[in-house]
C-alpha cells in the first residue's frame, strides 16, 4: 500500500481573502521523482492545467520547469493576489499508484477551519472540483458536518457557490465564506467539460474552442 503524503505545506499568510482547496497532487511529487516540465510546487504537475489557465488570465509569462525561479514566479503571484493554497487532504493510502481522487482510501484531512480562525481575512475557498466523491468540496462538506455546519446554496449554476458561517472563536461573531466548486484543472475532467451545454453552445459558436478555452472564462471571475 503506497503511502500519499502531501509533499506541500499549505501556503498561507496573512493578508490572504481567497484559498485554492484541491485534494493531493500526483504520488510523483510525494516521492521527488518529478517529470520534464513540472513545477515543485502546488499544482505544479506539468499535466495540469491550472497554472496555464492563471498564466493566460494574468499574463504572468511563467516557466514550466522544476527550477526555484518558476516557483518563485508562483509565491510571488499568489502573495501579490492574495490568493493562499490549503489542500484539504493531508494523507492517503492507495493500493494503485497514481492520482485518481476515487482511488484514495484511509484519507486524513487538514483542519482548514482551523487554519480560516488564524487567517481571518480569507472569505472565499476556490474548490478544484466538484462534490463528486473523493472531491474537495465533498471533503469540505465532510470536514464542516464534524463541526456541526454546513454549505448553503448561493447558485446551482456551474461553477457551483454556496456559502456557510463560520464561529468566531474569540467572540460571539461570525464569519461568511464563500465556496466555488470549480470545473477540476485536469485532463481527466475533459469529459465532464464536454457534456456540459454551456461549452456544447459555445464549442458549436467557435469550433476552435476548447475545454481551457471554457476553463479561463469559468476561472476569471474569481480569481
Partial sequence: MFQHLHPYAPYLFPEATKLIVGTLPPPRFTTGELKEGDVNFCYGSRDGQLWPILNRIFDLNLKFENTEEAILQRKTFLKERGIGVCDIVASAERSKIDASDLGMQNIQLRNV??????????DTLLFT???SKNG???FFRKHLKGYGLSLKVVSDQVPRVHRFEMPSVHNQTTRSIRTVSLTAPSG???RAVGSLDA???MKNENPSFTTVDFRELQYTPFF
Fill in 199 to 201: 461549452y456544447k453552445k
Fill in 188 to 190: 481527466a475532467a475533459n
Fill in 129 to 131: 472540483g466538484g462534490n
Fill in 136 to 138: 474537495p468540496e465533498y
Fill in 113 to 122: 477551519l482551523g487554519y480560516l480562525e488564524k487567517y481571518e481575512k480569507v
